[in-house]
T-cell receptor, first 114, second 112 residues
Framework: GNSVTQMEGPVTLSEEAFLTINCTYT??????LFWYVQYPGEGLQLLLK?????DKGSNKGFEATYRKETTSFHLEKGSVQVSDSAVYFC?????????????FGEGTQLTVNP | NAGVTQTPKFQVLKTGQSMTLQCAQD?????MSWYRQDPGMGLRLIHY???????DQGEVPNGYNVSRSTTEDFPLRLLSAAPSQTSVYFC???????????FGSGTRLTVV
């Protein structure tokens, strides 16, 4: 079956540091890949997505590239801010046969200190 | 522009009680899903629907029922609450397979 593996957290960075959160996946077909962010006490918000190999998703300074050869979708940001402190989830969605199913990683807690 | 609305935000149940978590969306989305979020386990799919009148089981359906009589509403029913159902529940909807989900703000359920 499908699975998503994220780097273990929590991750603590200083403001303006470079961020990488690793995400790798296992899927039988050609999934769409997503990063979601969850701020304390809130639901998940879509951060970015990529629907085919070599696509780059980007939003709010965050980027991730769909790498089929390494089955990865790592999240990066060049300079983090305190307001980026949240939990980040990598997820995949594959094919009409799976209906609307999203498979999530366990989440990575990011804390950015001033 | 309400998006996905979940009620209640918090609920405490006694073991064996039943209740319905409400979910409504005003975006005319065909796809709707219920997830539960537990520490260290990410989000797991409970039930989903690809349109009015059509529902199917997800990864962890036992102890839960759903129905989809309208496009807008997708309630989740707990038949006989158990402590293992203590969790945060999220409802989500989307338009197409390739679009991202819009999530509600969640219902925090405690079963004692």
């Amino acid at each position: 079956g499908n699975s998503v593996t994220q780097m273990e957290g929590p991750v603590t960075l200083s403001e303006e540091a470079f961020l990488t959160i690793n995400c790798t996946y296992t899927a039988t077909g050609y999934p769409s890949l997503f990063w979601y962010v969850q701020y304390p006490g809130e639901g998940l918000q879509l951060l970015l997505k990529a629907t085919k190999a070599d696509d780059k998703g980007s939003n709010k300074g965050f980027e991730a590239t769909y790498r089929k050869e390494t089955t990865s979708f790592h999240l990066e940001k060049g300079s983090v801010q305190v307001s980026d402190s949240a939990v980040y989830f990598c997820a995949l969605s594959e094919g009409e046969t799976s209906g609307s199913r999203l498979t999530f990683g366990e989440g990575t807690q990011l804390t950015v200190n001033p | 522009n309400a998006g996905v609305t979940q009620t209640p935000k918090f609920q405490v149940l006694k073991t064996g009680q039943s209740m319905t978590l409400q979910c409504a969306q005003d975006m005319n989305h065909e796809y709707m899903s219920w997830y539960r979020q537990d520490p260290g386990m990410g989000l797991r799919l409970i039930h989903y629907s690809v349109g009015a009148g059509i529902t199917d089981q997800g990864e962890v359906p036992n102890g839960y029922n759903v129905s989809r009589s309208t496009t807008e509403d997708f309630p989740l029913r707990l038949l006989s609450a158990a402590p293992s159902q203590t969790s945060v529940y999220f409802c989500a909807s989307r338009t197409t397979l390739f679009s991202g989900y819009t999530f509600g703000s969640g219902t925090r359920l405690t079963v004692v």
